[in-house]
């Protein structure tokens, strides 16, 4: 098995590489949620029900649903904070909130595509000694239902994998594999 580690000449002069939420994809996504929100707006508006016989409560209901969730998505999307960070110290996820993976503890890493329109960075993760980082993990570990995350993981002989969604970060899994094999330096065990 091959051990990804910081390279030799990895250290405070490589900044961190931090990649951002995609703002259009966010946009894209409170698009049909403002639409709904404005049509149970406009229903409110005129008297009338968006479905007829039940109500004002229901368009009311609409109208706070779809707003709440369009401005949470707008917010998601123009956050300014960085989702993923890659630096000397490892690799740190926001969205999910898993902390920092030490890059000594990645035993391997990979990609998967679970349903058409989500993609996962899949980390192999050697928790063995480590009980704050395995209790940190648990509940980011790969389930069983991802077919993806089930082949890397027998790929890596059972190690724990931590499934890092990256479907809504403004760069392709392509460029985001190019940036870590640039960052990482592979070393037989």
């Not at 709440?68 to 110290?89: E, H």
């Not at 980011?140 to 239902?145: N, S």
């Not at 931590?162 to 392509?174: E, G, N, R, T």
Request: hydrophobic share 45%; aromatic share 6%; with cysteine.
């Amino acid at each position: 098995m091959s051990v990804p580690t910081a390279p030799a000449d990895a250290d405070d002069r490589d900044p961190p590489i931090e990649i951002m939420a995609s703002k259009g994809k966010y946009l894209g996504m409170a698009m049909p949620c403002l639409l709904v929100a404005l049509a149970a707006f406009d229903a409110l508006h005129r008297g009338a029900s968006i479905a007829e016989g039940t109500g004002m409560g229901l368009d009311i209901g609409v109208f706070l649903v779809a707003f709440v969730s369009a401005a949470t998505l707008i917010y998601l999307g123009f956050d300014r904070k960085p989702v993923l960070t890659i630096d000397a110290a490892g690799i740190r996820c926001r969205r999910p909130d898993i902390g920092v993976i030490p890059w000594d503890r990645v035993m391997g890493m990979g990609f998967a595509r679970p349903t058409a329109f989500r993609r996962q960075l899949l980390i192999a993760v050697d928790t063995e000694n480590d009980s704050a980082l395995q209790r940190r993990l648990k509940s980011f570990t790969a389930g069983g239902f991802n077919r993806g995350a089930a082949h890397f993981r027998g790929q890596m002989q059972g190690l724990p994998t931590v499934q890092i969604p990256i479907s809504m970060l403004a760069i392709k899994q392509p460029d985001l594999q190019r940036l870590l094999e640039e960052r990482i330096s592979y070393r037989g065990n």
